[in-house]
C-alpha cells in the first residue's frame, strides 16, 4: 500500500462527489452485513461511518479507502469501534479483468483459507484478516488501526525486524513446501487460482523497458567509479542490457524442489510491524497482487536487497538465512513431518542461481526509495540529480554481489 496518505474524513450521510467513493462504500446494510458475518453476530448494527478519501492508491492503482465504523452489537447491544481497509479495482477497469486484482482477490477468497485449512494454525500465515471478497472489491481488517506500523524504507530495517520477517517468511513458505509433499493435488488446485501478472509476455513493452532503464540508471551511477571489481561488474551487467525481462521470466519459471507459494512483492512497503514494551514483537505481510509459485530464494533476495539497512544484508546475510531455515524447518517438521528435509546448502545454492533477480529488482526499487529519480526515460539527465544515497546503495549491493561471486 502506498506510504503517502491524505486523510481526509466525513459522515457517511455527507453528500461525496468524489468518483473513488463508491455506492457500496456508502451502504451501511452491506457494511453491516460484511461485520455480523465476520463478528459471527446478527444482532449487531451500525450507528456511524467515517471514510478517508484521501488514501493514495497502491502501486497497482487500486483504489485504497479506510472506513471507520462506529455500532454496537451483541445482545446487550454494547458499543464497539473498528476500522476497515476497502481496495477496489481501478474504476476504468471494472468492465474488463484487473489481472493484478483478480491475483489479489483469489488469494484472500480462495488461497489463504486453503493453506489455513491445511495448517489449522493462522500464525503460519501472517496476512491481514480478510472480511469480505467480491470480483471488484476486498475488505479487510485496518493492521496500523491495531497498532501495526511500516518501516522506514530510506532508513531500512534493522536486524531485529529483518530476523522477525524471514522468520514469518519461512513459516509462509513451508507451508505451501509441506503440501506439496503431503498432498500435490491438493496444492495444484490452489495453484489453478493464482497466476503471474507481472512476467508475462504482454507486460514486456511496459515494465521491461523499467527494467531495462533502471539498469541503464545503475551502471551510469557505476561507470564512475574507479574499483577494477566495478569495471567488471559493469562490463557484465551491460551484457544483461536489452533482455532484463526476458531474464527475470526465466528465474521465476517454477522449478522444484524449492518453489513455493511466493508473496512475489516482498519489500519494506508490504512489511508491517507491531511492538511490546518498545521492541518489536510481530510482523504482517500485506498487498498480496503478485503472489505467485515460484523459486523460495526471489522473496528472499527481493527482500534481503530492497529493504535492510545498509551494510546489513553484507554482514548479516549468512545468519538471516539461518534463521528462515531453521523457521521453515521447524514448520515443516510440524505440518508435513513426511515432506523430505531442506537444508541449508539448498537454500544457499537457489539464491545464487536467482541471485540476479534480487539484483535487478534491487535496481528498479533503489530510485523510487531514494525518490530521486522521478523518469527513467533518460537515465543520463537525471544521473546529476541522484542522490549520494542511491549510488552508494548501488555501489554497495554490487560490490557485495561480486564479493559472493553472484555477477
Known amino acids: 500500500m502506498s506510504d503517502i496518505f491524505n486523510f481526509c474524513s466525513f459522515k457517511w450521510w455527507k453528500m461525496i462527489s468524489s468518483p473513488l467513493i463508491t455506492a457500496l462504500e456508502q451502504d451501511e446494510q452491506f457494511l453491516a452485513t460484511v461485520l455480523r458475518s465476520s463478528e459471527h453476530d446478527p444482532h449487531l448494527r451500525l450507528d456511524q461511518l ?26 446487550t447491544l454494547m458499543q464497539f469501534y473498528k476500522t476497515l481497509v476497502i481496495k477496489r479495482c481501478p474504476e476504468q477497469q471494472t468492465r474488463r479483468k484487473d489481472p493484478t486484482f483478480c491475483n489479489e482477490v483469489a488469494v484472500y477468497s480462495s488461497v489463504l483459507p486453503a493453506l489455513l485449512q491445511w495448517t489449522q494454525d493462522p500464525s503460519l500465515l501472517p496476512f491481514p484478516a480478510c472480511l469480505h471478497t467480491s470480483t471488484n472489491v476486498i475488505v479487510l481488517e485496518d493492521l496500523s488501526s491495531i497498532g501495526f506500523l511500516t518501516g522506514n524504507r530510506i532508513k531500512g530495517l534493522d536486524l531485529d525486524h529483518s530476523v522477525l520477517a524471514f522468520q514469518a517468511l519461512g513459516r509462509f513458505h513451508a507451508v505451501s513446501l509441506s503440501l506439496k509433499y503431503q498432498n500435490r493435488r491438493a496444492l495444484d488446485n490452489i495453484l489453478s487460482q493464482v497466476q503471474e501478472v507481472v512476467f508475462v509476455p504482454e507486460a514486456a513493452p511496459v515494465f521491461g523497458v523499467s527494467l531495462e532503464n533502471a539498469l541503464e540508471l545503475a551502471v551510469t551511477s557505476l561507470k564512475h567509479c574507479p574499483e577494477q571489481v566495478i569495471f567488471d561488474a559493469v562490463q557484465i551487467l551491460q551484457s544483461l542490457q536489452g533482455r532484463t525481462f526476458r531474464t527475470l521470466m526465466s528465474l521465476l519459471t517454477p522449478k522444484e524442489p524449492l518453489s513455493v507459494i511466493c508473496h512475489g512483492d516482498f519489500w519494506i512497503n508490504n512489511v508491517m510491524f507491531r511492538y511490546k514494551n518498545n521492541k518489536v514483537s510481530e510482523v504482517a505481510f500485506t498487498d498480496l497482487q503478485v503472489v505467485r509459485y515460484s523459486s523460495l530464494a526471489t522473496d528472499i533476495l527481493h527482500f534481503m536487497y530492497t529493504s535492510l539497512e545498509p551494510g546489513l544484508s553484507r554482514d548479516y546475510s549468512d545468519e538471516l538465512l539461518k534463521v528462515y531455515h531453521r523457521s521453515l524447518s521447524e514448520t515443516m517438521a510440524k505440518i508435513g513431518p513426511s515432506a523430505p528435509p531442506i537444508k541449508l546448502e539448498d537454500i544457499s545454492d537457489e539464491i545464487e542461481s536467482h541471485a540476479l533477480y534480487g539484483l535487478l529488482m534491487s535496481f528498479l526499487v533503489l530510485p523510487n526509495i531514494a525518490n530521486s529519480a522521478k523518469k527513467l526515460e533518460n537515465s543520463s539527465q537525471y544521473f546529476n540529480n541522484l542522490s549520494l544515497f542511491y549510488c552508494q546503495r548501488v555501489k554497495d549491493i554490487v560490490l557485495e554481489f561480486a564479493d559472493k561471486s553472484f555477477i
Open 50 to 75: 467515517e471514510m478517508e478519501t484521501g488514501i493514495a492508491p497502491d502501486v497497482y492503482n487500486n483504489s485504497v479507502t479506510r472506513v471507520h465504523v462506529r455500532g454496537r452489537k451483541g445482545k
